[in-house]
């Protein structure tokens, strides 16, 4: 599947909410420029075990190290960069890693609705997401 250009648009002048709960004692600082939101495709997101994701590599190959699994929201460089089937993503700790791309899909929200999904800096300086 190769992903369509008009995914991601982000508008960053958009004003910015807290992304988790304030018992947490972590709130949104900032957008995170060059970032995009997607979501695992419908098979992973019914996976019951990690192994059944798809993994996280350090290079756009099958043979690349495993940096892990990824998390429901994908961070995806943006402007997209695809390379051998894989998109360039960025792991919640700032680490930069790949992920099959026909394993990928249009963030959209779950109850259908019209919010928006944005990375962001947290004030724990972990990536993150402003939903809004």
């Known amino acids: 599947m190769k992903i369509n250009a008009t995914v991601g648009i982000i508008a960053i002048a958009m004003s910015f909410a807290p992304a988790v709960s304030f018992a947490d004692g972590i709130s949104t600082v900032r957008p995170a420029p060059g970032l995009a939101c997607m979501s695992l495709d419908s098979q992973a997101m019914q996976a019951t075990q990690q192994s059944e994701l798809p993994p996280v590599l350090a290079a756009p190959s099958p043979t690349a190290t495993r940096l892990g699994y990824p998390t429901e929201i994908v961070f995806v460089t943006w402007p997209l960069v695809e390379r051998n089937g894989y998109v360039e993503m960025e792991r919640m700790n700032g680490q930069v890693g790949w992920i099959a791309s026909n394993r990928l899909q249009p963030w959209r929200p779950l109850n259908g ?16 997401t402003s939903i809004h």
């Open 113 to 128: 609705g019209n919010a928006k999904c944005v990375p962001s800096v947290m004030s724990n300086g972990r990536l993150g």
